[in-house]
């Protein structure tokens, strides 16, 4: 099984940006996909960003593209989200998902 540390979340005024990392240790990195989910408060988990591990290719929940990036490096087995313009309701708790393994979760504020 993999095991995730989440890093990088915050504090952080509307417009601002926000980098968010997701360390893996255990079984081999790059074989799986790696997505990114978030929890806001009150609501239910929701996929935000998927990099996939055949060729990379990305996809994002509608609520982000144009704003939010995901990218992985193999050599560090790490799994990246870029976050610009970041708005008030991108306020939640973030989480990174590799095959049944998740990350701790890691808080995102956004203030107005």
């Known amino acids: 099984q993999v095991r995730l540390v989440e890093s990088g979340g915050g504090l952080v005024q509307t417009g601002g940006s926000l980098r968010l990392s997701c360390a893996a240790s255990?079984?081999?990195?790059?074989?799986?996909?790696s997505i990114w989910y978030r929890q806001a408060p009150g609501k239910g988990r929701e996929f935000v960003a998927v990099?996939?591990?055949?060729?990379?290719?990305?996809d994002y929940a509608d609520s982000v593209k144009g704003r939010f990036t995901i990218s992985r490096d193999n050599a560090k087995s790490t799994v990246y989200l870029q976050m610009n313009s970041l708005k008030p309701e991108d306020t939640a708790i973030y989480y990174c998902?590799?095959?049944?393994?998740w990350g701790q979760g890691i808080q995102v504020t956004v203030s107005s």
């Open positions: 998902n590799i095959e049944a393994s």
């Open positions: 990099i996939r591990r055949s060729d990379s290719s990305t």
């Open positions: 255990g079984r081999t990195f790059s074989t799986y996909d």
